[in-house]
């Protein structure tokens, strides 16, 4: 298995660097176009000697993993590269996330992760931490919020490689989930949740996720400390023994390793792991919601207004995903987006501004929001509504397309010289069943995106007559700005309802 001729990698990474430069230099240029001034603006720039652009299309051959599937399920995929002593290890449980979490215990998966290297049988914490770092190694697990999986992750210098592996095998398959160390847990869970309060991020992406997912469990996005209290490590341990299962699992390695070598060494070292006959099985997916509102968290002596508005849109394996990907570049994708030219650049509301969407195996939202001076939330909300307009009613001009299309073909390329993004790459592609061509056709895929199809997928996502807006701030302040945009509806920091506008 080979990687991208290092030099033709160079090569395109070159070509690309040229197509990142020409976003980032003539976007100033836009300015200059007629008609254009119905959102932001751009001021003139005069640039002279600049780096020729290659006008052609990235071709790349992306190499392929490694896939095997051990007796006991598991899926394994291998991507060598010998380049660097190293290797990276990603086990991804399909079916062991939080969106699977029992309605009464949010948080019982995203805990039983944060606890698998709190001790084994036959290692505490402390001699687990001890091993990592006399290794050089790093060993992590999580399941965030959202998330359908649990994922382990390691990595380490190739010559210990079954050492620090050998640790990452023993906390899959044997933690002890010791009481002291989850009651250690508990506490710092509770001052972190805590602090999240006094977060405006925190409060504004709290109440996003429960007024667009509404009762799909995507809609949770943290514990509380009554769920915590009732937690116990015998929960945990019979969530870890049901869900962390190979036959829903995709082990990735990545780095310095012959695939034909560890496969034989995984088989030894997950001897113990073995196959049973849980199956995942997704809620219904969320619908988008149909009349727009505006939901504000009151924040008493809030110098700024963090806003976010969105709305359900698709999921990954969509046939949209490209064109929205093109879509969201052009309104708020990063910093020479309408949305930063405008409320930034422009207007001086913001350090920034973005637009992004959630599209996984369920459908995620299209949203876009950004911290604001409390003084200016009205001319915010009016600039964010005049580009959502904007994106829907006009096509956008060839240029600032061909721009953005070529901005996001640039950051792919970039991404190609990670042995582990390349990984990544495939086992997105498992995944989400995409073919096995997808990522070495995407470049010529982006680049095909027209600006009807822009519109179109705008005008079916970017809505604002269905937007849910959450902002977060001093309502005393906002209240009424807010109220000439629709009824608002408002809670305290706790997720109190505390009354209606109009």
């Known amino acids: 298995m080979k990687y991208l001729n ?4 160079k090569t395109i990474t070159a070509t690309l660097l040229g197509f990142a430069f020409i976003a980032s230099v003539v976007a100033p240029l836009r300015a200059q176009q007629p008609g254009q001034d119905k959102g932001s603006s751009r001021k003139a720039v005069e640039r002279k000697n600049r780096a020729p652009v290659s006008k052609e299309v990235l071709r790349v051959k992306l190499p392929k993993a490694v896939e095997a599937t051990l007796d006991n399920g598991l899926t394994v995929m291998i991507l060598e ?7 990276n290890v990603n086990l991804q449980m399909s079916g062991a996330g939080p969106i699977f979490d029992p309605a009464d ?23 687990i931490s001890e091993e990592v770092d006399k290794l050089g190694a790093t060993l992590t697990a999580n399941s965030g919020f959202g998330s359908t999986a649990a994922s382990i992750s390691a990595s380490g210098l190739s010559d210990n490689f079954d050492q620090w ?22 506490a710092r869970q509770k001052t972190g949740l805590m602090q999240q309060r006094t977060q405006p991020g925190f409060l504004s992406e709290e109440r996003f996720r429960r007024v667009v997912y509404g009762n799909h469990p995507a809609a949770v996005y943290s514990t509380t400390p009554a769920v915590l209290d009732a937690l116990t490590p015998e929960l945990l341990a019979a969530w870890h023994r049901d869900r962390y299962v190979p036959q829903n699992a995709i082990l990735g390695i990545a780095g310095d390793v012959k695939a034909s070598e560890v496969i034989a060494k995984l088989k030894t070292a997950l001897a113990g792991w073995k196959r049973t006959d849980y199956k995942e099985s997704l809620p219904a997916n969320p619908k988008p919601v149909a009349d727009a509102k505006i939901y504000l968290i009151d924040r008493p002596n809030s110098v700024q207004s963090t806003i976010t508005m969105g709305n ?20 708020g994708g990063g910093a020479s987006a309408r949305l930063f030219l405008n409320l930034r650049e422009e207007k001086g509301y913001t350090y920034g501004v973005y637009s992004n969407f959630t599209a996984v195996k369920y459908s995620g939202p299209w949203s876009a929001g950004g911290d604001v001076r409390t003084e200016v939330t009205e001319g915010a909300m009016t600039e964010f509504m005049k580009e959502l307009n904007r994106i829907r009613d006009e096509k956008v ?16 390329a970039l991404s190609l010289e990670s042995p582990q993004q390349l990984l990544n790459y495939s086992i997105t592609r498992k995944i989400y069943g995409l073919p096995d061509d997808y990522w070495e056709t995407y470049p010529s895929k982006v680049m095909a995106v027209s600006a009807d199809e822009v519109q179109r997928v705008a005008r079916q996502y970017v809505n604002p007559q269905t937007q849910q807006i959450v902002v977060v701030g001093d309502a005393k302040k906002i209240k009424t700005i807010l109220e000439k945009f629709g009824t608002v509806v408002v809670f305290d920091a706790d997720g109190k309802p505390q009354g209606t506008g109009k």
Not at 105 to 121: H, V
């Open 6 to 9: 290092p030099l033709k990698l």
């Open 81 to 87: 590269d010998h380049r660097f002593p190293v290797v």
């Open 105 to 127: 215990k949010p948080g019982l998966a995203n805990l039983t992760a944060q606890m698998l290297r709190e001790g084994t049988k036959t290692r505490n914490s402390r001699q």
């Open 165 to 186: 592996f050998g640790l990452m095998a023993d906390m899959l398959m044997n933690p002890t989930f010791p009481a002291d160390e989850f009651g250690k847990l508990k």
């Open 312 to 331: 359900i849109a698709i999921d990954r394996r969509h046939p949209d995903y490209i064109p929205v990907v093109v879509m969201n570049s052009i309104v």
């Open 397 to 412: 001009p060839a240029e600032e397309l061909e721009e953005q299309k070529r901005s996001i073909v640039a950051g792919f």
